[in-house]
């Protein structure tokens, strides 16, 4: 199974982006335990944004602040983060990733390390 990121590009202050990310397996996201979307910057850690799983329903991290939504198309086989109010910090490379099955360990949608499927990532540029 691969994820393939899109939507990603060069965008003004205050300006929105809706990035996706497909499977290529069918019905991949419908059956799926967790998908979520990162980003790392130049020199910075990889940080979760957002994530919906099974137990927990929508997750955002705290510097979201109502500006991005997260959702997923089960007949498009496609999640999606719609970000408004972008600004400069927002700036990074923002990956897709998944996890297929309910994992026994730790079940934090926003841990990285709960993730075994990621994507290449889809830049984003707000100047």
């Known amino acids: 199974v691969q994820l393939v990121e899109s939507g990603g590009g060069t965008v003004q202050a205050g300006g929105s982006l809706r990035l996706s990310c497909t499977a290529s397996?069918?019905?991949?996201?419908?059956?799926?335990?967790?998908m979520a979307w990162f980003r790392q910057a130049p020199g910075k850690e990889r940080e979760a944004v957002a994530a919906?799983?099974?137990?927990?329903?929508?997750a955002y991290a705290d510097f979201v602040q109502g500006r991005f939504t997260i959702s997923k198309d089960s007949e498009r086989n496609t999640l999606y983060l719609q970000m408004n109010n972008l600004t400069p910090e927002d700036t990074a490379m923002y990956y897709c990733?998944?996890?297929?099955?309910?994992?026994?360990?730790?079940?934090?949608?926003?841990?990285?390390?709960?993730?075994?499927?990621w994507g290449q990532g889809t830049q984003v540029t707000v100047s």
């Open positions: 990733a998944a996890k297929y099955s309910r994992p026994a360990g730790t079940r934090d949608p926003l841990n990285r390390f709960l993730y075994d499927l």
């Open positions: 397996a069918s019905a991949y996201v419908a059956y799926v335990y967790a």
């Open positions: 919906i799983s099974n137990d927990a329903g929508a």
